[in-house]
């Protein structure tokens, strides 16, 4: 298998936006994430964009027409009637006070912190639940038990 580039993490996922650039201000600000690369395109579309958040890596676009009209089966929860398209998950070395601050910025908080043990076999993590300007759900969270060695 070949290694991705130096840049790029082995996985990452693209999420779309009837407003993208909106998007990307609200990600910036209210999770923390930072701007690597930003195309755009006619007035002002968002044709691509990179978002880093530690090594992770996601990409932000604009849905429907435009450039790219291969993306016109793109969409945006809004335009579904608020039906989640997926759910993100990011690792963060504080969950609550990611969640303070995300809250704190306007994010509307679906699940609050807590701790899941999934049992001695698989740990347990702490995360919580927000929702996104335009509908979709992600999920923060932090190793808060390692599973035990056989």
Not at 61 to 77: F, I, L, N
Not at 129 to 149: I, N, Q, S, T, Y
Request: charged share 25%; aromatic share 10%.
């Amino acid at each position: 298998m070949t290694e991705p580039h130096e840049l790029w993490p082995r996985i990452s996922s693209a999420v779309f936006y009837d407003d993208a650039g909106a998007a990307i201000d609200w990600l910036c600000k209210v999770f923390g994430f930072e701007v690597r690369l930003k195309v755009e395109g006619e007035g002002g579309r968002i044709e691509h964009s990179e978002l880093t958040f530690g090594d992770g890596v996601i990409m932000i676009g604009s849905v429907g027409q435009g450039a790219d009209a291969a993306r016109v089966h793109c969409k945006s929860p809004r335009s579904l009637g608020g039906a989640n398209t997926q759910s993100l998950c990011v690792y963060v070395d504080d969950v609550d006070a990611h969640c303070q601050r995300a809250r704190d910025a306007g994010a509307q908080i679906l699940r609050e912190p807590a701790t899941d043990d999934y049992g001695d076999e698989y740990g347990a993590n702490r995360s919580y639940e927000a929702l996104d300007l335009e509908g979709h759900h992600w999920w923060f969270m932090r190793v808060a038990r390692d599973p035990k060695a056989p």
